[in-house]
Nanobody, 125 residues
Framework: QVQLVESGGGLVQAGGSLRLSCAAS????????MGWFRQAPGKQREFVAL????????YYADSVKGRFTISRDNAKNTVYLEMNSLTPEDTALYYC??????????????????WGQGTQVTVSS
């Protein structure tokens, strides 16, 4: 099992940027594929981005493509989400999740084995 702790959320104006971090402990970080999801009030948790074990492969939701960048530092056991050109529609609780493989169902939140507690991102207009 891997324990995950997100940080870096906050309040930002539209057009601004934030960098989220997710620190992992308790297991071999490099053996996990890492994803970022978000959940707005009254909505389901939705996929944002995923990064492979080495960081060489990434996937993004269409809504964030070109604005968000996922990366990881296996030496620091940390995955990042760089968010630019934020809009009020990006307001949500952001979670990182870990799973053992990429597969074809990585956009489904209930296929992840481990989650952090989330970090709130609020974008004002």
């Amino acid at each position: 099992q891997v324990q995950l702790v997100e940080s870096g959320g906050g309040l930002v104006q539209a057009g601004g940027s934030l960098r989220l971090s997710c620190a992992a402990s308790g297991s071999t970080f490099s053996s996990y594929v890492m994803g970022w999801f978000r959940q707005a009030p009254g909505k389901q948790r939705e996929f944002v981005a995923l990064v492979s074990w080495s960081g060489s492969t990434t996937y993004y939701a269409d809504s964030v493509k070109g604005r968000f960048t996922i990366s990881r530092d296996n030496a620091k056991n940390t995955v990042y989400l760089e968010m630019n050109s934020l809009t009020p529609e990006d307001t949500a609780l952001y979670y990182c999740g870990a799973r053992g493989r990429i597969g074809t169902d990585f956009r489904k939140y209930d296929t992840y084995d481990n989650w952090g507690q989330g970090t709130q991102v609020t974008v004002s207009s």
